[in-house]
């Protein structure tokens, strides 16, 4: 089978790209599959290391506003079409999927103009621009989020599958825990919360963080926290000229990064997070209560939406980029950690959202797609 995968921009296009991708090859180990991008994206860095040979085109994010950079934008996203038009006339794909973003509207549209069938999957609660434009075109839409299904008009075909996501729940022994918590260098006497903003990082979230260390505010909990490595150095030096050393910071562990992120995230009690649509399918998965939050200006405010999936079914709680600080935050987790009750139910209603045998379902309907269009022929 031969597969073109549009993914581009940031990661959480890109990796459910690569995890469909994968699963294709494991189904089908003589599969050809070709990534198609921009020059500008993580998919850049993330396609090669993952082995796929990645063609980039021009590509843009479209607004609104009549500007003379927008109109140059439009001009080159035209190209764009063209240039996909030649990439797939020459690989002759079985079908081209789409994992969001601004490149799928050139990649999708040349597909479909080719006769070719077309599958887009949109990871969050509030499909994207070009997930609703192309709607009518594309032969089959997956949501990771059933809110999803009635934000998208005249689709010819919508399934809910879920997000492929690399972070799976594990069944620990408490021994297995305590070991995971122990190489942490932290205690398995007190609740632990997870702080993370995404491989970056979140500059917002860890203000918060380093307020609630100045306060001395998290003496009935544990915080494991990733600051990103870009922020790392910016917060030693912060705590440093408060004459406090990071590598000595009461119930905390501060890390640039955390590589045994599976292993930490089914272990803690609590998750405190942005919520992108990977994160949220994590969140759920791994049944978790979770105070998220949401990056603001993003396009729908989609991280907010996602948000309020696991809101909904009080299994989180938000607080707004421009409401937090250490205060507000260190409130929040007080009141989910220290409530063993409160604690435990909202992780179980995470679980009620989460998705399972993800990689399967989306195999299965890139496979129904194929056969359905060949009937059509």
């Not at 993580?42 to 950079?69: C, F, M, Q, W």
């Not at 079409?81 to 969001?100: Q, W, Y």
């Not at 434009?133 to 005249?154: G, P, Q, W, Y």
């Not at 009461?250 to 590589?259: A, D, E, R, S, V």
């Amino acid at each position: 089978m031969k597969v073109v995968i549009a993914a581009a921009g940031t990661a959480g296009h890109i990796n459910p790209g690569l995890a469909i991708a994968k699963k294709i090859q494991e189904e089908q180990k003589d599969s050809k599959i070709i990534f198609i991008g921009t020059t500008r994206g993580l998919e850049n860095d993330l396609v090669p290391r993952a082995g796929y040979e990645l063609k980039t085109i021009e590509a843009y994010g479209l607004s609104k506003k009549i500007s003379i950079d927008n109109i140059k934008k439009m001009i080159r996203t035209l190209k764009g079409f063209g240039e996909a038009k030649k990439i797939l006339k020459e690989i002759k794909p079985d079908i081209v999927i789409g994992t969001g973003g601004y490149i799928c509207g050139a990649v999708i549209s040349a597909g479909h103009s080719l006769k070719i069938p077309t599958l887009l999957h949109e990871s969050n609660a509030f499909p994207g621009k070009a997930v609703k434009m192309l709607a009518k075109k594309t032969d089959t839409i997956l949501v990771s989020f059933e809110d999803a299904i009635k934000r998208i008009k005249n689709a010819k075909k919508i399934v809910y599958t879920g997000t492929p996501v690399k972070i799976k729940k594990q069944n620990y022994t408490m021994e297995q825990k305590n070991e995971i918590i122990k190489k942490a260098g932290l205690k398995n006497t007190m609740p632990i919360v997870l702080v993370f903003g995404g491989s970056q990082g979140a500059r917002h979230i860890n203000n918060a963080i380093v307020e609630i260390i100045k306060l001395g505010k998290n003496e009935k909990y544990q915080i494991i926290w990733a600051t990103g490595p870009k922020q790392y150095d910016i917060i030693k030096e912060e705590l440093e000229n408060s004459n406090i050393n990071i590598n000595n910071v009461k119930n905390m562990k501060i890390l640039p990064y955390i590589y045994n992120m599976e292993e930490i995230m089914n272990t803690v009690d609590a998750i405190v997070a942005r919520s992108g649509a990977m994160t949220i399918t994590e969140i759920s998965n791994l049944g978790k209560p979770s105070i998220l939050v949401p990056l603001p200006n993003v396009s729908h405010d989609h991280q907010l939406y996602n948000a309020k999936v696991l809101q909904n079914i009080d299994s989180a709680d938000i607080i707004l980029d421009k409401e937090l600080n250490g205060e507000i935050l260190n409130e929040k987790i007080e009141k989910i950690v220290l409530d063993k009750n409160r604690c435990k139910k909202m992780g179980e209603n995470a679980l009620k959202v989460s998705t399972k045998d993800v990689e399967n379902k989306i195999y299965e309907q890139i496979i129904e797609t194929i056969k359905k269009y060949d009937t059509k022929k």
